[in-house]
């Protein structure tokens, strides 16, 4: 007997000081939902929106307090405290169970998706109709997240005039587990260069404005999807010492300061590298 499987499960939590026992509660039949449905052979997916204050030198996240009293701790903390160890675990299930899942879905009849897409096309191919135009109504035409995340930054991206975003996500490469971590942000000329908003110094030869900054190509900043949205521009995050000083004209003391600090850190890996093949090769068998 096939199971019958709910379609939606919503809750909205409040965080507060002490709360967060008694609001992981509420998610109880969210453990159920996501138990259910991935029995059944549809793992859900899981969407979650946090909505607070973040503290600007710590990167940490307001969970108590307003103007007085507030306490900032990392995600990851408020994840665990506020969704509930069970949740977590059933959010992780559901995902793995996703991404193991090979089926090949057929019709009701036993055919292959779009088996009769060749008879809508031979509606031009005949010339019984000019063209057709048709509508998907999909939201993720992509397996891949980061295919589907530049698909819908391409469609809406205004929020991206007021602020730069950080996608971190999994990506399977030979059967192996690969952690990316992307900033997206918006060129807008004369404002921000590739998503960053900075004051330069108008003495000639330093701090270059974002006006001085081309928006192209290069090998800290690449272009989402160069046709569609030119304008924006991802990069690995954190960012790079090196993609930082991308922001400004080193001087030749800093410069050569930079290189000995380099080399001194290369001969600092050489002796590591000697010293433990010296003890692996005197070690006894």
């Known amino acids: 007997m096939a199971m019958a499987t709910s379609k939606l499960f919503a809750s909205i939590l409040q965080m507060f000081g002490g709360a967060y026992k008694s609001e992981a509660k509420k998610l109880a039949p969210g453990v159920k939902f996501i138990n259910h449905n991935t029995k059944a052979g549809f793992p859900p997916n899981t969407f979650l929106v946090i909505n607070t204050h973040l503290d600007k030198y710590t990167g940490m996240l307001q969970h108590t307090g307003g103007h007085t009293g507030r306490a900032n701790t990392t995600i990851t903390k408020i994840l665990l405290a506020y969704l509930g160890e069970d949740f977590v675990k059933m959010m992780k299930r559901s995902s793995n169970a996703a991404r193991s899942n090979r089926t090949v879905k057929k019709t009701f009849n036993g055919s292959t998706p779009y088996h009769y897409f060749n008879t809508v096309k031979g509606l031009v191919q005949n010339d019984i109709v000019d063209f057709i135009l048709a509508f998907n109504t999909g939201i993720f035409r992509h397996t891949n997240i980061w295919s589907s995340l530049c698909e819908m930054m391409a469609s809406s991206n205004n929020f991206l005039d007021y602020t ?12 192996q587990c690969i952690i990316e971590c992307h900033q997206i942000g918006r060129d807008i000329p004369g404002t921000c260069a ?22 192209e190509n ?4 690449k272009q989402l999807k160069k046709l569609a949205v030119p304008q924006l521009f991802w990069h690995h995050f954190p960012p790079s010492t090196d993609l930082q000083n991308y922001f400004m004209e080193l001087t030749k003391a800093e410069k050569l300061n ?13 002796r590591a590298k000697a ?9 006894p068998i």
């Open 275 to 283: 010293e433990q093949k010296s003890i692996l090769t005197s070690s």
């Open 218 to 221: 290069n090998k800290h900043f």
């Open 258 to 270: 930079l290189d000995h600090l380099s080399r001194a850190r290369e001969r600092r890996g050489r």
């Open 164 to 175: 730069t975003v950080v996608v971190i996500y999994a990506s399977t490469v030979d059967n």
């Open 194 to 215: 590739f998503g960053y908003k900075f004051k330069s110094c108008p003495t000639p030869g330093y701090c270059p404005a974002p006006a001085d900054m081309t928006n």
